[in-house]
Each structure stands twice: as structure tokens, then as C-alpha cells.
């Protein structure tokens, strides 16, 4: 059973630093994809970023702030956010799409106060 486990929330001032981590266990074979979204109140969940075999991609609004990363053997994302503002308050999530299938993780809240 695939099971995806989130950290590194937390509230932080704005300017500030966060680094999430996503782990995957139940995993045998290669991962599609992996990404970070994030769905602040009364709002859409939205893609921050993603990671394939053919590179990285990234919303507009966190582009040169945020970076995807992945470590394979430990079949971990993680996601380093800096210079945080206000705006990306939200509950952060992990995706992974793994043998067509696509699994979330609970959500880690992020709070950037100003």
C-alpha cells in the first residue's frame, strides 16, 4: 500500500525559509512524478511545482523563490521555499503519480505571517 508522508510545515515570517519533505514508502518501482500543491482558504488547490524524468516546472508565482527536489533511493520530494511571503499561506500537499495511479499526502499546513 502506498503511503505518502508529509513534514517540515510550520509558521514562519515573512522573508523566511521552509523546507518540506514528502516520503513515499510501499514503493518498488520508479516514480512518474512527483509535485508540491498548495490550497490556501476558499481557494482552489493549485500546482507550486513538479518533478519528472524530463525536469522541473514551476507556478509562475513561486518561480526563483521555491525549488523541487527529489532523492530516488530514499523516494523522497522536497520542497525548499524561500523568501516566503504572506500569500503562500496554505495547506501544502504532496502528489505522486506511481503506475498510473495518483496518491496524496495529508497536507502540512505552511503560515507566513507578516
Known amino acids: 500500500q502506498v503511503q505518502l508522508v508529509e513534514s517540515g510545515g510550520g509558521l514562519v515570517q515573512a522573508g523566511g525559509s521552509l523546507r518540506l519533505s514528502c516520503a513515499a514508502s510501499g514503493i518498488i518501482f520508479s516514480i512518474d512524478f512527483m509535485g508540491w500543491y498548495r490550497q490556501a482558504p476558499g481557494k482552489q488547490r493549485e500546482l507550486v511545482a513538479q518533478?519528472?524524468?524530463?525536469?522541473?516546472n514551476y507556478a509562475e508565482s513561486v518561480l526563483g523563490r521555491f525549488t523541487i527536489s527529489r532523492d530516488n533511493a530514499k523516494k523522497t520530494v522536497y520542497l525548499q521555499m524561500n523568501s516566503l511571503k504572506p500569500e503562500d499561506t496554505a495547506v501544502y500537499y504532496c502528489?505522486?503519480?506511481?503506475?498510473?495511479?495518483?496518491?496524496w499526502g495529508q497536507g502540512t499546513q505552511v503560515t507566513v505571517s507578516s
Open positions: 518533478i519528472t524524468s524530463e525536469g522541473t
Open positions: 502528489k505522486i503519480r506511481y503506475r498510473g495511479v495518483n496518491y
